[in-house]
């Protein structure tokens, strides 16, 4: 009688899926067209923003595939993004690679990475791989600012390059271009992870989490499993961050500090667990309310950015897709009772 | 010789201040079974009230005793009111509740007192002890104070009533509060005793790298991989791991790559012993029932 | 006989899932009574319920005071003790120290001392093990650890889970022949949980029976001995 609490939550997490795998086209249609609509009515920098939440979303749902579903604390997720934006950045200045090429061979990069620190890493639990991961997030600004290798990193001051032009014929601006193209991929990783997590993968992960051992006894090959999925979050966050590059033309090793991989971490938990659309309320939140912050108070913006964080926990624990999920299963009660 | 005899004397000083640190998330994951994130961001904020009534013209022990007793009160005061409403929660809206207190300490301190680096002021005196060139005379008496710390939370926890309360609240909340132990008290308290260790840990490294308000970020990234290092249930392998950490740290930045990659490749060695030891050097190897 | 425990409407929860449906019983002070039922019957829930272990919603009075919604810490201090199913000994202390923390809600240091020797008398192992750790301990020394861990707290009422599970015959009559003399002796009232019908219904003077956590039956021990509901449920159904 297995009564209680894994750290992730599970019932709620497929329930939640369950309601929206019934209504998924419903639901998400809506949504589209007006993610579609919005470079006509967004300006510069806002349109801007958004682009780089849609780049988080994709970002957050790679590192949710890993927490939310397979169990493992993941805290270096910067690291994976700081090597997708290093490639693109790499790619496009040294070698003269298009832009859209840079996207995929960052996700296959880092696939391969993330498998290959997966395997030893799968050794740990919890707690230990939280500081493994920690670990190689805290040392990726000092290796990317590493002498020996500043010839192709550009060092300190990182490499910058120019925005890609919209494509001839389109009657859209430099800034718009991006935002779609970044929506087109954005689509791409979501109904890929849609399908992925839908089927056996899905309930392979879920086992694995809550049932090591069951799960191996099964027949499932469990290292191979975790280390598999630790290489798709790291391909999800390796393409966020080839795009993220584009849309910022700018990599620096500062700005893949700890505070990004702990950002993400965040827009994984206000997202809510194990949630596909919580990733996006998940990105809002970590591009938008640091601003907000910053409005509310000029001399300490973090303060008031930490303390909606703790506000937000205690408003909803599972995150935005666990308070959603517990309105439509009160809700479905009512209709019932 | 020389060098490598200070290298490994001033990794000592330093080695007591993960120790404390590292002993105090330690405690903190015992009662709780959470890793206290902002134990680092704490232990900054107390030094600064230090120096504030330093600055005010208190005495230094008067301000260290009473800086010891705030962050005490302040740490259970918090543990009540922040942190154990989530108990029900799911872990990571604990973990998200630890990274805000870290953000709201960190900036609140650089909003009121700056993010200009300050120096702190030593209670021991800069001439060293017998003309010695190994070690400062502030080193020793961090070293001095750390120990004698670790050896009142030993004695504490070994001999008191108090002490033994605590510990079963921790070893076994259930059975605790069967014998009608208050264990959110115990909890409380246990958080208190952290921030003190972290408040002296503050106020002895602070006059070393200066007060600044993200002097303790690296400081807890040690003290955190001590404490795993040795086992995070194991307070002995959290002060052992912290010493061990403080002198390694010091001889690969001396003699194998420069301060340049220091954390880089330390954290590289904890990981692969922890790839080997996957419960770290002490610890345990839980088994549980399928 | 006054009531010393008394429930009526008694519910409780895990989750969302209701696990007990409007108990009411009562129990008499310096009396022994059982609980009988099969896994799952809700037993143990019922003892967690009464020390505010589980959620619970109803009533419950003891000695006139109503506990339910009070924290376990306040219903121990009014005299309530409780040995849990898996024993809950504080594996890495030592005997005495289990003993010493099973006081903790007594000011008197020095009575404690009387009381181990008191509890070294019913139990002589466990004077000799005084100072070996818990967690060594077999289990029929631990089942005797945790009743006297009970004792120490000088409680008028003790709840008892299953303390024949896993032991050895010889051992669990030695328990159960303490037991009764613990009642006769010091008038401590118990609640016992057991899957044993026999030694439950031997030991006890009233017995309920709960099936799917909803009463079923109540009565005299020696009644429900001969009881259909309770024979089938000896049998395991």
């Known amino acids: ?142 290796i990317l600012k590493y002498n020996r290798i500043s010839g192709w990193t550009g060092g300190v001051q990182g490499i910058v390059f120019a925005k890609p032009d919209a494509p001839h014929g389109l009657p859209v601006n430099a800034d718009q271009w991006l935002y779609l193209f970044t929506l087109a991929i954005t689509i791409v990783m979501f109904v890929l992870a849609w399908n992925l997590l839908r089927g056996r993968i899905g309930r392979a992960m879920v086992a694995i989490r809550d049932h090591p051992i069951a799960a191996a006894a099964m027949g499932i090959d469990v290292s191979l499993f975790k280390s598999l999925m630790f290489g798709v979050g790291a391909l999800y966050t390796g393409i966020a961050g080839s795009l993220g590059a584009i849309v910022v033309q700018f990599v620096s090793p500062d700005a893949f500090n700890i505070l990004l991989s702990i950002s993400l971490l965040v ?15 998940g990105a809002l939140f970590i591009e938008f309310v640091p601003d907000f912050a910053g409005q509310v108070s000029k001399a300490a913006p973090w303060a008031v950015y930490g303390l909606l964080l703790i506000a937000c926990m205690y408003a909803a624990p599972s995150g935005v897709a666990g308070l959603a999920g517990r309105v439509l299963a009160s809700v479905g009660r009512v209709g019932r009772g | 010789m020389n060098g490598f005899l200070h290298q490994v004397l001033s990794g000592l000083t330093t080695g007591g201040i993960y120790a404390s640190l590292a002993l105090a ?54 543990q009540l009111a922040v942190i154990r409403p989530l108990a029900g ?42 003309e010695n060139s190994y070690i400062s005379t502030h080193e020793v008496g961090a070293i001095g104070v750390t120990l004698v710390l670790l050896a009142m939370l030993f004695a504490f926890f070994r001999w008191t009533e108090l002490g033994l309360t605590m510990r079963a609240a921790a070893e076994n909340p259930v059975s605790s509060r069967l014998v009608g132990i208050r264990v959110a008290r115990m909890v409380a308290l246990g958080w208190g005793l952290a921030a003190a260790l972290g408040a002296v840990a503050g106020m002895m490294v602070a006059p070393i790298i200066f007060l600044e308000p993200n002097m303790m970020s690296g400081v807890l990234l040690y003290a955190f991989a001590a404490a795993l290092l040795g086992g995070i249930e194991n307070p002995w392998g959290a002060v052992i791991g912290g010493f061990t950490l403080g002198i390694l740290e010091n001889l690969l930045g001396a003699y194998l790559i420069g301060t340049e990659l220091k954390m880089t490749v330390a954290l590289a060695i904890i990981v692969l012993v922890l790839v080997v030891k996957p419960s770290g050097v002490f610890g345990r190897i839980v088994l549980t029932r399928v | 006989m006054t009531s010393l425990l008394e429930a009526s409407d008694l519910r409780a929860f895990y989750g969302s899932t209701q696990v007990l449906h409007e108990l009411a019983f009562s129990l008499d002070e310096g009396a022994i009574t059982a609980i009988l039922g099969a896994n799952g019957a809700g037993k143990t829930t019922t003892l967690r319920a009464i020390c505010g272990l589980v959620r619970c919603s109803g009533e419950v009075r003891f000695a006139g005071t109503r506990i339910a919604g009070k924290s376990t810490e306040d219903i121990v201090r009014l005299g309530i003790a409780h040995v849990p199913q898996n024993r809950g000994t504080f594996l890495s202390f030592t005997v005495e120290e289990n003993l010493w923390l099973g006081a903790h809600i007594s000011r008197d240091k020095s009575r404690r001392r009387s009381d181990f020797d008191r509890l070294y008398g019913y139990f002589p192992i466990l004077g000799e093990r005084r100072r070996q750790q818990a967690g060594t301990l077999s289990g029929g020394e631990q089942q005797m650890l945790a009743l006297s861990r009970a004792l120490m707290s000088r409680p008028r009422l003790l709840l008892l889970d299953e303390p024949s599970f896993g032991l050895a015959p010889i051992t669990v009559q030695e328990i159960f022949r303490i037991m009764r003399r613990i009642n006769a002796e010091e008038g401590v009232s118990i609640l016992l949980v057991e899957q044993n019908v026999n030694l439950a219904l031997g030991l006890s003077d009233h017995a309920y029976l709960l099936e799917t956590g909803r009463l079923a039956l109540s009565g005299p021990s020696q009644e429900l001995r001969r009881h259909e509901a309770v024979r089938r449920s000896y049998f395991g159904s």
């Not at chain 1, 997490?13 to 309601?19: E, G």
């Not at chain 1, 827009?267 to 309320?281: H, R, T």
């Not at chain 2, 961001?41 to 030094?47: G, I, P, Q, V, Y």
């Not at chain 2, 009230?49 to 008067?62: D, E, K, Q, T």
Request: net charge positive; with cysteine; proline share 6%.
């Open chain 1, 1 to 142: 009688m297995a009564s209680g609490d894994t750290m992730l939550n599970k019932p709620t997490a497929f329930a939640r899926l369950a309601v929206l795998r019934a209504r998924p086209i419903i639901g998400v249609l809506p949504l589209l067209l007006l993610a579609v609509a919005l470079p006509l009515v967004a300006s510069g920098y806002l349109m801007f923003q958004l682009t780089l939440t849609l780049v988080y979303a994709i970002a957050i749902l790679g590192l949710n595939m890993l927490t939310g579903y397979s169990g493992q604390i993941s805290l270096g997720h910067g690291a994976f993004y700081a090597i997708g934006a290093y490639i693109t950045a790499i790619l496009i200045t040294r070698f003269g690679v298009d832009y859209w090429w840079t996207v995929p061979i960052a996700g296959l990069v880092c696939l391969v990475v993330g498998f290959l620190f997966g395997l030893p890493a799968l050794r740990l639990e919890g707690l230990y791989l939280a500081l493994a991961t920690f670990a190689l997030a805290a040392a990726t600004p000092q």
């Open chain 1, 267 to 281: 827009g994984v938990v206000v997202g809510g667990l194990g949630s596909i659309p919580g990733a996006i309320f």
């Open chain 2, 25 to 78: 998330l330690v405690m903190i994951y015992r009662a709780t079974d959470l890793v206290n994130f902002a134990q680092g961001e704490m232990a900054m904020f107390s030094t600064y009230v230090a120096w504030s009534m330093i600055n005010a013209g208190l005495p230094y022990w008067p301000a260290f005793l009473l800086t010891i007793g705030v962050s005490f009160l302040a740490a259970a005061l918090i």
């Open chain 2, 89 to 130: 929660a799911p872990i990571l809206a604990s973990v998200i509740v630890f990274i805000g207190l870290l953000l709201v300490f960190n900036s609140i301190a650089g909003w009121i007192f700056s993010y200009t680096i300050k120096p702190f002021p030593s209670p021991f005196p800069s001439k060293p002890l017998w």
